[in-house]
């Protein structure tokens, strides 16, 4: 088992640009945001908190990825941004979320919760739910877990044709196992970047 711990200067480094359009939007922060961005830096926060790697077959052993700070992330040409015509995130469930209708209710209600928090300033708006038979989507049943899965890329077909007008993106939520392909077991999610949508189980 191995834990990743970052310092406080290694997320200064990470989370602070010298970027003159990202320094004026810091000296924009009101007093509820600055205190925010100064926990984040600090080693013991819950923001950040250490990651505990179980064992190699964990995402970040098996997949190792090139680190990006918050200015690349900025200055990707591939970054969407909201524009003022289009600054709302709707969610659409698919099929029921728990065993009860209060169950499922629960959980839109804190997701939404998170999506106003973590991407501040847009609004969250909640699509009707609708069944899994009318997204039209392939499925199949897994030969080694034996449940029912359905196809990733149909999802997020179905959801670019529900897409709102007004929409930066749309995600789907579902409790059904996803697959990408014939030749895959599983996928935890799956998106596209230039329509806007994407879907997690």
């Not at 100064?38 to 179980?54: V, Y």
């Not at 990707?76 to 065993?99: A, C, E």
């Amino acid at each position: 088992m191995q834990i990743i711990r970052h310092s406080e200067q290694t997320l200064k480094t990470a989370l602070i640009s010298k970027n003159p359009v990202l320094v004026s939007q810091y000296e924009k922060l009101d007093a509820g945001e600055q205190r925010l961005m100064n926990e984040a830096f600090q080693p013991a926060s819950d923001l950040f908190g250490p990651i505990t790697l179980h064992s190699p077959s964990d995402w970040i052993t098996s997949h190792p990825e090139a680190p990006q700070d918050f200015e690349q992330f900025f200055s990707d040409p591939y970054r969407k941004t909201p524009s003022p015509n289009k600054r709302s995130i709707y969610i659409q469930s698919i099929g029921s979320l728990g065993n009860t209708r209060i169950i499922s209710e629960e959980y839109i209600k804190w997701l939404t919760g998170y999506c106003k928090a973590y991407f501040y300033g847009l609004r969250v708006k909640l699509l009707e739910p609708v069944p899994v038979s009318v997204t039209r989507c392939s499925f199949r049943v897994n030969e080694n877990t034996h449940n029912l899965q359905i196809h990733a890329g149909d999802i997020l077909k179905f959801l670019k044709k529900k897409k709102p007008e007004d929409a930066f993106c749309v995600v789907g939520i579902t409790m059904i196992d996803l697959y990408p392909r014939d030749s895959w077991n599983f996928v935890f999610g799956q998106a596209s970047l230039t329509d806007g949508t994407g879907e997690v189980d």
